[in-house]
């Protein structure tokens, strides 16, 4: 039980989780029944490179692709 006297006395804490605690928060998984991938596709390696060229104009792309909702609209 030494460990919250660390948590407490550190600067900073960094908490490493894997893709379960996420699960069982209800985000989806990426692979699997219910997964992202799994339901979209993986991203290709081209959309990764794309994104590392140029993360501004990937994301530009992203959103203007994106269906639009009333609050979306509302934040312009």
Request: glycine share 14%; charged share 20%; aromatic share 12%.
């Amino acid at each position: 039980m030494r460990a919250p006297g660390f948590i407490l006395g550190a600067s900073h804490v960094v908490a490493l989780a894997g893709a379960g605690l996420s699960v069982e928060s209800g985000i989806p998984p990426f692979r699997g029944p219910g997964g992202l991938w799994t339901k979209y596709g993986e991203p290709s390696n081209l959309s990764y490179r794309e994104f590392v060229d140029d993360p501004g104009k990937w994301w530009e792309t992203r959103f203007r692709n994106e269906d639009k909702g009333p609050a979306t609209l509302l934040m312009r």
